[in-house]
């Protein structure tokens, strides 16, 4: 039933997406308005049929569209009340039951998602006055309240991270293009000058500095620096083809957000602009053929479509297309300060993202082996398995007075999947030896033995014993049952 009362959230959100009054989709359903009204409330129940019009009506894929949001507002729900804000709450522990929390995804979905939002707005109001603080700033200074870039990514998290219309974009500039296999950054050249007559010119460093794109409208030149290796090339002009010939496109998407301001207009339209450009350098039927073929193979996708490593993990995670599903990929990007600059993929996450990352997992072991792959089965506190891959990349910088960045890059997927994968072949996940324990990050992990531990549990006491020292200097206290 839990289920059923999820999906009038969800219609809701459909409708107004469309810009449809409910008189309008209930006219299109063949119920009355007041129905639909106690439908979208979660007072009454969607039946099989009226799912079957919504279907149609709205052109999504039945399967996914009935998938319960439940896990993912409950991972969100539990970074906000893991926070220590509510370690004073007079319960036992602090923080609230998981069935609190699944009680109030269920029931009441729109006011999670708020509570969520509210809590994210409140971390980097009170993590910008830190910052501000430390710093000894310009009292004038304005206060980031709230991120565009967070605002947009949440949107995207929410909607699987795949657009049915920028894969039929894709696919058009393929077509008039005329572009072939193999032939992807040529082909994009010869679509710039004929379609929007603009002449592609590689510029030395010296004259492009920092900047490794620039569209010079005057001279109707695209100007690429000499630094960007030849995928980077491509996937540059893939871009610059997305914010010219679909603009309206792309203002649309960012429009359907329901997000405002100026900055999270651009920053949107890039966003958009670049999943665009990424399924232009690998079309979907192809790329999703090769990938199942090859067993996610990453170096030889790279090959395939003269793609770099991070292009391709970044289009494993877009694979949602219904009869044409891939593995339920995320992707997690970090620094070697441990800063999460990139999150994609699905509603689930061994990431919270305000708290940084649990040591052990094998993210951050990609920065002591540049140029190894390295696999891992780990496994959360409430018992579930993902299988990821990590490997170290890194992007060019602009000489020696400016070098490039690394980062960790990681691939994870659900156990259930990973035989499909072709670096999962030779684990026996069978073995509970196989599976390293991690958390979601240390304030909220009930792992008391972790030898890694950087901080304290929320929900815990900690007792301190200078007679006795264990994985840590301190120990804890089991929480009240």
Same mark, same amino acid.
């Given at each position: 039933?839990?289920?059923?009362?999820?999906?009038?959230?969800?219609?809701?959100?459909?409708? =107004?997406?469309?810009?449809?009054t409910?008189?309008?989709?209930?006219?299109?359903?063949?119920?009355?308005?007041?129905?639909?009204?106690?439908?979208?409330?979660?007072?009454?129940?969607?039946?099989?049929?009226?799912?079957?019009?919504?279907?149609?009506v709205f052109?999504?894929?039945?399967?996914?569209?009935?998938?319960?949001?439940?896990?993912?507002?409950?991972?969100?729900?539990?970074?906000?009340?893991?926070?220590?804000?509510?370690?004073?709450?007079?319960?036992?522990?602090?923080?609230?039951?998981?069935?609190?929390?699944?009680?109030?995804?269920?029931?009441?979905?729109?006011?999670?998602?708020?509570?969520?939002?509210?809590?994210?707005?409140?971390?980097?109001?009170?993590?910008?006055?830190?910052?501000?603080?430390?710093?000894?700033a310009?009292p004038?200074?304005?206060?980031?309240?709230?991120?565009?870039?967070?605002?947009?990514?949440?949107?995207?998290?929410?909607?699987?991270?795949?657009?049915?219309?920028?894969?039929?974009?894709?696919?058009?500039?393929?077509?008039?293009?005329?572009?072939?296999?193999?032939?992807?950054?040529?082909?994009?050249?010869?679509?710039?000058?004929?379609?929007?007559a603009?002449?592609?010119?590689?510029?030395?460093?010296?004259?492009?500095?920092t900047?490794?794109?620039?569209?010079?409208?005057?001279?109707?030149?695209?100007?690429?620096?000499?630094?960007?290796?030849?995928?980077?090339?491509?996937?540059?002009?893939?871009?610059?083809?997305a914010?010219?010939?679909?603009?309206?496109?792309?203002?649309?998407?960012?429009?359907?957000?329901?997000?405002?301001?100026?900055?999270?207009? =651009?920053?949107?339209?890039?966003?958009?602009?670049?999943?665009?450009?990424?399924?232009?350098?690998?079309?979907?039927?192809?790329?999703?053929?090769?990938?199942?073929?090859?067993?996610?193979?990453?170096?030889?996708?790279?090959?395939?479509?003269?793609?770099?490593?991070?292009q391709?993990?970044?289009?494993?995670?877009?694979?949602?297309?219904?009869?044409?599903?891939?593995?339920?990929?995320?992707?997690?990007?970090?620094?070697?300060?441990?800063?999460?600059?990139?999150?994609?993929?699905?509603?689930?996450?061994?990431?919270?993202?305000?708290?940084?990352?649990c040591?052990?997992?094998?993210?951050?072991?990609?920065?002591?082996?540049?140029?190894?792959?390295?696999?891992?089965?780990?496994?959360?506190?409430?018992?579930?398995?993902?299988?990821?891959?990590?490997?170290?990349?890194?992007?060019?910088?602009?000489?020696?007075?400016?070098?490039?960045?690394?980062?960790?890059?990681?691939?994870?997927?659900?156990?259930?999947?990973?035989?499909?994968?072709?670096?999962?072949?030779?684990?026996?996940?069978?073995?509970?030896?196989?599976?390293?324990?991690?958390?979601?990050?240390?304030?909220?992990?009930?792992?008391?033995?972790?030898?890694?531990?950087?901080?304290?549990?929320?929900?815990?006491?900690?007792?301190?014993?200078?007679?006795?020292?264990?994985?840590n200097?301190?120990?804890?206290?089991?929480?009240?049952?």
């Amino acid at each position: 039933m839990s289920r059923k009362r999820m999906l009038g959230h969800k219609i809701r959100r459909l409708r =107004r997406e469309r810009g449809l009054t409910q008189a309008q989709l209930a006219q299109q359903l063949a119920i009355s308005t007041s129905y639909l009204n106690l439908i979208e409330s979660n007072q009454r129940a969607v039946t099989v049929e009226i799912l079957l019009k919504v279907g149609a009506v709205f052109d999504v894929d039945l399967a996914s569209f009935a998938e319960d949001e439940a896990e993912r507002l409950v991972s969100g729900l539990t970074e906000v009340f893991g926070d220590p804000l509510f370690s004073q709450s007079g319960r036992p522990g602090g923080a609230l039951a998981r069935q609190d929390l699944l009680d109030l995804a269920s029931e009441a979905p729109a006011a999670a998602e708020a509570v969520i939002t509210l809590y994210r707005s409140f971390a980097e109001a009170r993590e910008t006055l830190r910052l501000l603080g430390e710093q000894e700033a310009v009292p004038d200074a304005p206060l980031r309240t709230s991120s565009p870039f967070d605002q947009i990514n949440d949107w995207v998290q929410g909607r699987e991270h795949h657009f049915p219309e920028l894969e039929a974009a894709a696919e058009e500039i393929w077509q008039v293009g005329e572009i072939e296999d193999g032939d992807t950054l040529a082909g994009l050249v010869r679509y710039l000058e004929q379609e929007l007559a603009l002449k592609v010119r590689v510029m030395p460093v010296d004259v492009m500095g920092t900047v490794r794109r620039r569209h010079d409208r005057h001279s109707r030149r695209i100007l690429l620096s000499e630094m960007l290796p030849i995928p980077s090339r491509t996937f540059q002009l893939a871009v610059q083809v997305a914010l010219l010939r679909y603009r309206p496109l792309l203002d649309e998407m960012v429009a359907r957000t329901g997000l405002s301001g100026p900055d999270t207009a =651009r920053l949107g339209r890039i966003v958009f602009a670049n999943y665009l450009a990424g399924a232009v350098m690998m079309p979907y039927e192809r790329f999703w053929r090769s990938a199942t073929a090859l067993r996610y193979d990453i170096e030889l996708l790279q090959s395939r479509f003269g793609a770099s490593f991070e292009q391709v993990a970044i289009r494993l995670t877009t694979l949602h297309r219904p009869g044409a599903k891939g593995i339920p990929f995320i992707l997690i990007r970090g620094d070697k300060a441990g800063n999460v600059s990139k999150r994609l993929g699905g509603a689930h996450t061994a990431f919270a993202r305000q708290g940084g990352a649990c040591p052990r997992w094998n993210l951050y072991d990609a920065f002591r082996a540049p140029g190894r792959i390295l696999v891992q089965v780990s496994e959360m506190p409430d018992g579930m398995r993902w299988f990821s891959v990590a490997r170290l990349i890194n992007k060019p910088g602009v000489g020696y007075r400016t070098p490039g960045k690394s980062f960790a890059l990681a691939l994870a997927c659900d156990v259930a999947h990973a035989a499909g994968i072709v670096y999962a072949d030779g684990i026996n996940f069978r073995s509970d030896d196989t599976a390293v324990p991690i958390g979601l990050h240390c304030r909220l992990c009930e792992r008391l033995d972790c030898d890694q531990r950087a901080f304290p549990p929320l929900n815990h006491r900690i007792v301190v014993d200078e007679n006795l020292r264990g994985p840590n200097n301190y120990l804890f206290e089991p929480r009240p049952s």
